[in-house]
């Protein structure tokens, strides 16, 4: 399979299989366009009779030619190479455990609108809530709870978020490198327990030889202060930043409890942890919604604030929600992301890029094969901790009880669940097996596909279609800056 595309004035071939890419002119772009007629079976007199007609002034010997170098590349697995991958995937679970998200909040001091945990709605199940001040004020006690009934647990316990370590420790089987991302709510609602747990983890280190941790911190910056920034520049491998933007965009849907935006507040405190992170892991993660489709002003302005490791989410919305995509958007969504691919090589000729986390792409040492079949590992290498000590494939799962794995005192229980997560890939998803972004996306969030689709083994289509064009973006921009060097070598 091949996907051609034209972007930015650039004629782009991919060859899906082997991942090569080609910049080609108008006349070869047609020609290995229109190449699969011949793989099908046409004489090769179909094919130049359509050239032909599209360029009138080539002769036909011209296009002869350049069907002898597809066939070149082709030969040489560059081009129409076949998909031999499948034998990648195994429907079991054999993959040890590499990390897991710890929750290790169920509240927040924040009431963002968009908010998939609702963490300041009710989490114990019986209509009452509980605010992020009585929290603090320590009037909600969390309890471990083994039991297979729901847990009211909001603050996760140092002895669960302990037991939790020694599960991914015991489960990691010969790997050494393991993660660790402290989640919410607000994490830092419970900062006592993430310093007392990566101690801990700390101590493991010493004690069992070969076992590393990397720990990450999500948080919406509303709670930093000198002690989080000395702990988190000793301790965190990355921290996830919140701040969608704009203050009129972020203030519109991440406010204070009372209502207020938040924005003033989360700048200030960003700006002080990464000045004080001197280079260290970090990146501003935003989410746009259907209130600022023209988000790349809101990339612009994070850029513009002096941060250069960004992620800007499409919001995932429920049926009804005000914020969520229409149908309609899609168009507008990908001329932004087109928008911004240009604007970021202008900035970066001008040597004030930055790097924009959806346009990744390491075209030399990417992914390895699984990876790039199977995905994230979601529900195998990967698991989520609530503050009660439940296992779920992932915290976007968490809560739902069809999706509960077990417990990090008793382990995966609910091993039917975790094959069928380890059965997931492009292979199990019959729109993946035909779409040419499959190995760039890997079958893309399985989260996302059972809340559009039912089921894990669906899809999403408007994220897929979203995907696909932050793809050509990124491709596009590799193409670019290649020609730039080339010319700059001359």
Same mark, same amino acid.
């Given at each position: 399979?091949?996907?051609?595309?034209?972007?930015?004035?650039?004629?782009?071939?991919l060859d899906v299989a082997s991942g090569?890419?080609?910049?080609?002119?108008?006349?070869?772009?047609?020609?290995?366009?229109?190449?699969?007629?011949?793989?099908?079976?046409?004489?090769?007199?179909?094919?130049?009779?359509?050239?032909?007609?599209?360029?009138?002034?080539?002769?036909?010997?011209?296009?002869?030619?350049?069907?002898?170098?597809?066939?070149?590349?082709?030969?040489?697995?560059?081009?129409?190479?076949?998909?031999?991958?499948? =034998?990648?995937?195994?429907?079991?679970?054999?993959?040890?455990?590499?990390?897991?998200?710890?929750?290790? =909040?169920?509240?927040?001091?924040?009431?963002?609108?968009?908010?998939?945990?609702?963490?300041?709605?009710?989490?114990?199940?019986?209509?009452?809530?509980?605010? =992020?001040?009585?929290?603090?004020?320590?009037?909600?006690?969390?309890?471990?709870?083994?039991?297979?009934?729901?847990?009211?647990?909001?603050?996760?316990?140092?002895?669960?978020?302990?037991?939790?370590?020694?599960?991914?420790?015991?489960?990691?089987?010969?790997?050494?490198?393991?993660?660790?991302?402290?989640?919410?709510?607000?994490?830092?609602?419970?900062?006592?327990?993430?310093?007392?747990?990566?101690?801990?983890?700390?101590?493991?280190?010493?004690?069992?030889?070969?076992?590393?941790?990397?720990?990450?911190?999500?948080?919406?910056?509303?709670?930093?202060?000198?002690?989080?920034?000395?702990?988190?520049?000793?301790?965190?491998?990355?921290?996830?930043?919140?701040?969608?933007?704009?203050?009129?965009?972020?203030?519109?849907?991440?406010?204070?409890?009372?209502?207020?935006?938040?924005?003033?507040?989360?700048?200030?405190n960003i700006r002080k942890l990464v000045?004080?992170?001197?280079?260290?892991?970090?990146?501003?993660?935003?989410?746009?919604?259907?209130?600022?489709?023209?988000?790349?002003?809101?990339?612009?302005?994070?850029?513009?604030?002096?941060?250069?490791?960004?992620?800007?989410?499409?919001?995932?919305?429920?049926?009804?929600? =005000?914020?969520?995509?229409?149908?309609?958007?899609?168009?507008?969504?990908?001329?932004?992301?087109?928008?911004?691919?240009?604007?970021?090589?202008?900035?970066?000729?001008?040597?004030?890029?930055?790097?924009?986390?959806?346009?990744?792409?390491?075209?030399?040492?990417?992914?390895?094969?699984?990876?790039?079949?199977?995905?994230?590992?979601?529900?195998?290498?990967?698991?989520?901790?609530?503050?009660?000590?439940?296992?779920?494939?992932?915290?976007?799962?968490?809560?739902?009880?069809?999706?509960?794995?077990?417990?990090?005192?008793?382990?995966?229980?609910?091993?039917?669940?975790?094959?069928?997560?380890?059965?997931?890939?492009?292979?199990?998803?019959?729109?993946?097996?035909?779409?040419?972004?499959?190995?760039?996306?890997?079958?893309?969030?399985?989260?996302?596909?059972?809340?559009?689709?039912?089921?894990?083994?669906?899809?999403?289509?408007?994220?897929?279609?979203?995907?696909?064009?932050?793809m050509e973006c990124a491709i596009m921009?590799?193409?670019?800056?290649?020609?730039?060097?080339?010319?700059?070598?001359?």
């Amino acid at each position: 399979m091949i996907h051609c595309f034209k972007l930015c004035g650039y004629n782009i071939v991919l060859d899906v299989a082997s991942g090569s890419i080609h910049t080609v002119d108008d006349l070869a772009y047609d020609v290995i366009r229109l190449y699969e007629l011949v793989i099908d079976g046409k004489d090769i007199s179909v094919l130049t009779a359509r050239v032909s007609a599209l360029h009138p002034d080539v002769s036909e010997d011209e296009i002869l030619e350049v069907v002898t170098d597809i066939e070149g590349l082709r030969s040489r697995g560059k081009l129409f190479s076949p998909d031999g991958f499948a =034998s990648v995937v195994k429907a079991e679970c054999n993959a040890p455990l590499s990390a897991l998200c710890l929750n290790v =909040s169920h509240v927040c001091n924040m009431s963002c609108e968009y908010c998939f945990a609702g963490c300041c709605e009710d989490r114990q199940g019986d209509g009452s809530s509980v605010s =992020s001040g009585a929290i603090q004020a320590g009037m909600t006690q969390c309890v471990t709870d083994k039991t297979d009934e729901p847990s009211p647990c909001l603050l996760m316990s140092l002895e669960t978020a302990k037991a939790a370590v020694d599960f991914l420790v015991a489960e990691s089987a010969e790997r050494q490198n393991l993660d660790i991302d402290f989640f919410g709510g607000e994490p830092l609602l419970n900062r006592q327990v993430i310093k007392d747990v990566v101690a801990y983890a700390r101590e493991i280190e010493r004690s069992k030889a070969g076992k590393k941790f990397r720990f990450t911190l999500t948080t919406n910056a509303l709670l930093i202060d000198d002690d989080v920034i000395n702990f988190t520049n000793n301790q965190m491998h990355n921290v996830v930043l919140s701040l969608d933007g704009r203050p009129r965009v972020h203030d519109a849907m991440r406010k204070l409890p009372a209502g207020d935006g938040s924005y003033s507040a989360v700048v200030e405190n960003i700006r002080k942890l990464v000045d004080a992170r001197r280079g260290k892991g970090y990146y501003i993660r935003g989410t746009f919604t259907r209130h600022n489709t023209d988000f790349v002003n809101d990339i612009l302005h994070i850029s513009n604030l002096g941060y250069k490791e960004i992620s800007m989410e499409p919001v995932i919305s429920k049926p009804g929600d =005000s914020f969520g995509f229409m149908p309609d958007d899609l168009e507008t969504l990908c001329e932004q992301y087109e928008t911004l691919a240009v604007e970021m090589l202008r900035l970066e000729k001008l040597g004030t890029g930055f790097n924009f986390y959806h346009f990744n792409l390491d075209l030399l040492e990417g992914p390895c094969v699984h990876k790039r079949v199977a995905g994230c590992g979601v529900g195998t290498e990967y698991m989520a901790v609530t503050p009660s000590g439940e296992l779920y494939p992932c915290h976007q799962f968490v809560g739902d009880r069809k999706f509960l794995l077990g417990d990090v005192w008793r382990g995966v229980v609910n091993n039917t669940l975790r094959n069928q997560f380890a059965g997931c890939s492009i292979y199990s998803r019959p729109e993946c097996r035909e779409c040419w972004a499959r190995f760039y996306c890997s079958g893309g969030c399985a989260a996302n596909a059972y809340n559009a689709s039912g089921s894990i083994n669906g899809i999403y289509e408007f994220g897929c279609e979203l995907f696909k064009k932050r793809m050509e973006c990124a491709i596009m921009m590799k193409v670019a800056n290649e020609a730039g060097a080339l010319r700059s070598s001359r």
